[in-house]
């Protein structure tokens, strides 16, 4: 069984959908909800579901992303996570961090990556004009929102969508998405990415 660790900033609507996926035959189980907010509510959904959800809050950190990571890696490597999972997680991770994870660590991103890396994505898609819109799970490499694509869910633009209406939209394909692209890597599978 693998053990799965979900990094977490806020309400964790998508670490929610993880958590409940990993029952029966399901090869992973979740071992740990992390945050840098001790305010996320994430934490307490988690707890309510009996999983182990600990915040290691960043702003004592400022100015030293090394030694906040530090922090984080010793309360996630105390729970030995096979799989790490980034879950609305918003801090920016340095290359060493990431190199302790290598080849186990996913993102799941709100855009149609290489489109719209960062922040702002579904005002930037309106902003374009484009039909689609859509989010992508991929493992985490040291350049921020790259590394190999593992999945990727497509919706329409409407007319008169607004930021709020189209992230609603993207919102219920993350929640689909992101479990069966996890239960397809903890299987082992790794061949081309999944489009749904
Ligand atoms: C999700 O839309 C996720 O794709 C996005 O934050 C939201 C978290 O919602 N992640 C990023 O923007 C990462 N850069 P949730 O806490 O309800 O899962």
Do not use: W
């Amino acid at each position: 069984m693998k053990r799965v660790a979900i990094l977490i900033s806020g309400g964790g609507s998508n670490m929610l959908r993880l958590v409940e996926s990993m029952t029966g035959d399901h090869p992973a189980r979740p071992v740990l909800v992390a945050s840098n907010d001790p305010a996320a509510r994430g934490l307490d959904r988690a707890r309510a579901l009996g999983i182990s959800a600990e915040a290691v809050d960043h702003r004592p950190f400022k100015g030293d992303r090394a030694a906040f990571e530090d922090s984080l890696r010793a309360v996630l490597d105390a729970h030995a996570p096979d799989i790490l999972c980034l879950a609305g997680f918003m801090r920016i991770l340095t290359p060493g961090f990431i190199a302790a994870y290598e080849g186990r660590m996913l993102n799941i991103h709100p855009s149609l990556l290489p489109k719209y890396k960062g922040l702002h994505t579904h005002v930037r898609a309106l902003e374009a004009g484009d039909a689609e819109h859509g989010c992508t799970v991929h493992l985490v490499t040291p350049e921020l929102d790259d590394g190999p694509i593992l999945g990727q869910a497509r919706v329409p633009v409407m007319d008169g969508d607004t930021p709020e209406s189209l992230a609603a939209r993207v919102l219920v394909q993350e929640h689909r998405l992101y479990p069966m692209v996890l239960r397809r890597f903890a299987e082992g599978g790794r061949e081309l990415p999944l489009y749904t």
